[in-house]
């Protein structure tokens, strides 16, 4: 019934800019945080970035902080992940995330849906 849908991934070059978007179905999700993940090859899946869809608050990842931001649109069920100067490491598929309760970090078991990831790949 509910779904979360990636896009915006892609191959960039380093220094250059993405922006991912996570559109979620209904209104499911209302004052509920939505966060950012990622999983390189052979890797665990980590944690970006999250911000609480009533009250503007968010939170990053030290590997990203100053260099991505992650907004919301309620309006639009959507929250957008705005990646800049990115890096190599930055390579991995992208996970749009959201929790089922009030308050959600950085850990995976605070999320209850996901969506299908979005490829990014930073070329050097």
């Known amino acids: 019934q509910v779904q979360l849908v990636e896009s915006g991934g892609g191959l960039v070059q380093a220094g250059g800019s993405l922006r991912l978007s996570c559109k979620a179905s209904?209104?499911?999700?209302?004052?509920?945080?939505m966060g950012w993940f990622r999983q390189a090859p052979g890797k665990e899946r980590e944690f970006v970035a999250v911000?609480?869809?009533?009250?503007?608050?968010?939170d990053y990842a030290d590997s990203v902080k100053g260099r991505f931001t992650i907004s919301r649109d309620n309006a639009k069920n959507t929250v957008y992940l705005q990646m800049n100067s990115l890096i190599p490491e930055d390579t991995a598929v992208y996970y749009c995330?959201?929790?089922?309760?009030?308050?959600?970090?950085?850990?995976?078991?605070?999320?209850?849906?996901w969506g299908q990831g979005t490829q990014v790949t930073v070329s050097s």
């Open positions: 995330a959201a929790a089922n309760r009030n308050y959600a970090g950085s850990y995976r078991n605070e999320y209850a849906y």
């Open positions: 209904g209104r499911t999700f209302r004052s509920h945080p």
């Open positions: 911000i609480s869809w009533s009250g503007g608050s968010t």
